[in-house]
């Protein structure tokens, strides 16, 4: 068993930052992969960046690239979404989601935990 809990979310004004951090607990030898998604209201949940491999292998999709950097503490089980530049596009509910399985964190079907979301708001 992995609990998944986001934090950092929140409302800023369009080209602000944001943190988000997501803390894992339980089975650490399932969380080899950790990564973010986000969910806008009636659009289909996508992923945004993710990490595994210890660190390294990255993943990122190509409107976050440049703005958005995932990290990992490793010994605290967690992992971090910085992300700058924001756009009002980006408002979104950010999930954390896990894996047991390198890379296989990078897509909703490959994702074995998730968390409960923390709420994105970019004001124009």
């Known amino acids: 068993q992995v609990l998944l809990v986001e934090s950092g979310g929140g409302s800023v004004q369009s080209g602000g930052s944001l943190r988000l951090s997501c803390a894992a607990s339980g089975d650490t030898n399932s969380t080899n992969c950790m990564g973010w998604f986000r969910q806008a209201p009636g659009k289909e949940r996508e992923g945004v960046a993710a990490?595994?491999?210890?660190?390294?292998?990255?993943y990122y999709r190509d409107f976050v690239e440049g703005r958005f950097t995932i990290s990992q503490d490793i010994a605290k089980n967690t992992v971090y979404l910085q992300m700058n530049s924001l756009k009002p596009e980006d408002t979104a509910m950010y999930y954390c989601?896990?894996?047991?399985?390198?890379?296989?964190?990078?897509?909703?079907?490959?994702?074995?935990?998730w968390g409960q979301g923390t709420q994105v708001t970019v004001s124009s």
């Open positions: 989601a896990a894996s047991p399985f390198p890379g296989k964190c990078t897509m909703v079907v490959g994702t074995r935990y």
């Open positions: 990490v595994f491999g210890g660190g390294t292998g990255l």
